[in-house]
T-cell receptor
Framework: AQSVTQPDIHITVSEGASLELRCNYS??????LFWYVQSPGQGLQLLLK??????LVQGIKGFEAEFKRSQSSFNLRKPSVHWSDAAEYFC?????????FGAGTTVTVRA | KAGVTQTPRYLIKTRGQQVTLSCSPI?????VSWYQQTPGQGLQFLFE???????NKGNFPGRFSGRQFSNSRSEMNVSTLELGDSALYLC??????????????FGPGTRLTVL
C-alpha cells in the first residue's frame, strides 16, 4: 500500500530565508506526487504535482520540488520565504482514485 | 470557473444524530472524493465517486456513506454520530479521465462538531 512520510512536524524559518520540506513516499509503481498547502480554516490548495518527465517541477507561489526515485523523496523548496507562507504543508501520493497524505509540516515564519 | 463548493460550512450536532454534507464539484468534473481531517489522524480518504458509482472506499465504519447524483453533485452521510466524528470534511473534484489518478481540487470543507 502507498504511504507518505513527512519527517518534520514543525519548521520555523526567518522571512527571506530558504525553506525545504521533506517528503518520502512508499509506492510500488511510478508515483503521482503532490504538495498541497492549507492555511488555517481553509481547504487544500495544490502547489505542484509530479506525474512524469522532468524531475524538477515548478509550482505556484515560487515553490519547486524535486523527485528522486533512488531516495523515494519529493522535497519541496522555496528560495526565499514570505510571511504569507506560514501554513501547513502536505505531501501526497495519488493512486486508485485517491490521495494518501503525509501528516503535514507546519511552517512558522518569523520576522 | 467556480471552485468546489461545500455546504454547510459549519455544523453542530449531538451524539446519536445523523448529518448530511453536500458537495458541488467544479463544472465538468465527474469525480468527487471525500476526506476527513482531524488533528489526531490527519487527512484520511473516505470514498470516491464517478458517474454515480463508488470506485474506492477508505477504512471507515458503515455509518459513513455517500452518493453521487447524475449532475456529479455528491452528498455524504454520517449516521449515529460519535464525538470522534468531529472533524473537517473535505470534498475534492477531478476530471477523472482514464488514469487511475487525476489531479484533485479541494473545497473549503465543512467543519462538523459533535457534542
Amino acid at each position: 500500500a502507498q504511504s507518505v512520510t513527512q519527517p518534520d512536524i514543525h519548521i520555523t524559518v526567518s522571512e527571506g530565508a530558504s525553506l525545504e520540506l521533506r517528503c518520502n513516499y512508499s509506492y510500488g509503481a511510478t508515483p503521482y506526487l503532490f504538495w498541497y498547502v492549507q492555511s488555517p480554516g481553509q481547504g487544500l490548495q495544490l502547489l505542484l504535482k509530479y506525474f512524469s518527465g522532468d524531475t524538477l517541477v515548478q509550482g505556484i507561489k515560487g515553490f519547486e520540488a524535486e523527485f528522486k526515485r533512488s531516495q523515494s523523496s519529493f522535497n519541496l523548496r522555496k528560495p526565499s520565504v514570505h510571511w504569507s507562507d506560514a501554513a501547513e504543508y502536505f505531501c501526497a501520493v495519488g493512486s486508485d482514485y485517491k490521495l494518501s497524505f503525509g501528516a503535514g509540516t507546519t511552517v512558522t515564519v518569523r520576522a | 470557473k467556480a471552485g468546489v463548493t461545500q455546504t454547510p460550512r459549519y455544523l453542530i450536532k449531538t451524539r446519536g444524530q445523523q448529518v448530511t454534507l453536500s458537495c458541488s464539484p467544479i463544472s465538468g468534473h465527474r469525480s468527487v472524493s471525500w476526506y476527513q481531517q482531524t488533528p489526531g489522524q490527519g487527512l484520511q480518504f473516505l470514498f470516491e465517486y464517478f458517474s454515480e458509482t463508488q470506485r474506492n472506499k477508505g477504512n471507515f465504519p458503515g455509518r459513513f456513506s455517500g452518493r453521487q447524483f447524475s449532475n456529479s453533485r455528491s452528498e455524504m452521510n454520517v449516521s449515529t454520530l460519535e464525538l470522534g466524528d468531529s472533524a473537517l470534511y473535505l470534498c475534492a473534484s477531478s476530471l477523472a479521465g482514464g488514469s487511475r489518478y487525476n489531479e484533485q481540487f479541494f473545497g473549503p470543507g465543512t467543519r462538523l462538531t459533535v457534542l
